[in-house]
């Protein structure tokens, strides 16, 4: 596919086959999205790929806590504290389009609860992704991890995959540093569903909706003086 319909076509699925994805393909993957630009090149990504017992394992483990409501402790803030317009309307679009999609009707919180929870299943995809990144760099090596992260999911595209980027993992970020390993100097970023989509699943059918051109884009082509 182009470069556009990659970008274009890109959507969070929160619904995959369980066919294995080979590992060279993982592999082929995050080579090619570490080609992403960073400042002088320092390359701040760290990836840790899950697969078979080890994914479905921790999986269980983050599903389990957040159904006993076991309390978490974010990391840092990824959503504002309090949601404000234009976002609070695009917020709620996406949520209850999501919902209406799937048959959880408004004020069903249990069902809403559910489908949260399978975000720790990585919603059952064979492959799940953990990010981290050294704690003591800047707002910049954030700017250059979100380009990567993005380059890891078009290039998913690329090779018929498809993924979520899912914040939600960063609730049980302690659990989740200790059953990997992940050294007390790095921080963890997100996690990412990778496999190949479910085509029946109805919320796969999510389309969310992008804001016209003119409500973000000024065209400057003179100065005042």
């Not at 890109?10 to 090619?32: D, G, W, Y």
């Amino acid at each position: 596919m182009t470069v556009e319909e990659a970008m274009t076509g890109r959507r969070s699925i929160r619904a995959f086959l369980p066919k294995p994805v080979p590992r060279p393909l993982i592999e082929r993957i995050l080579t090619i999205a570490s080609r992403a630009p960073s400042g002088s090149n320092a390359q701040p990504w760290r990836a840790w790929v899950l697969e078979g017992e080890a994914k479905a394992s921790l999986a269980r483990d983050l599903h389990d806590r957040y159904l006993r409501d076991e309390p978490g402790h974010d990391d840092y803030f990824y959503y504002l504290d309090a949601w404000r317009e234009p976002y609070l309307a695009r917020r709620r679009a996406t949520g209850w389009g999501l919902y209406g999609l799937i048959g959880i009707a408004k004020g069903d919180r249990a069902a809403m609860r559910a489908q949260h929870a399978r975000n720790f299943l990585f919603f059952d995809a064979p492959v799940g992704l953990i990010f981290t990144i050294d704690r003591d760099l800047g707002l910049g090596a954030w700017l250059d991890y979100g380009m990567f992260l993005q380059s890891i999911m078009i290039a998913a595209r690329g090779v018929g995959l498809e993924t979520c980027p899912q914040a939600a993992f960063c609730r049980y970020h302690r659990v989740i540093e200790k059953r990997l390993g992940i050294p007390p100097d790095q921080i963890l970023v997100c996690g990412m569903a990778l496999g190949y989509a479910d085509p029946e699943a109805d919320v796969n059918r999510l389309r969310t909706e992008r804001a016209p051109l003119s409500e973000f884009a000024t065209f400057v082509d003179r100065l005042p003086e």
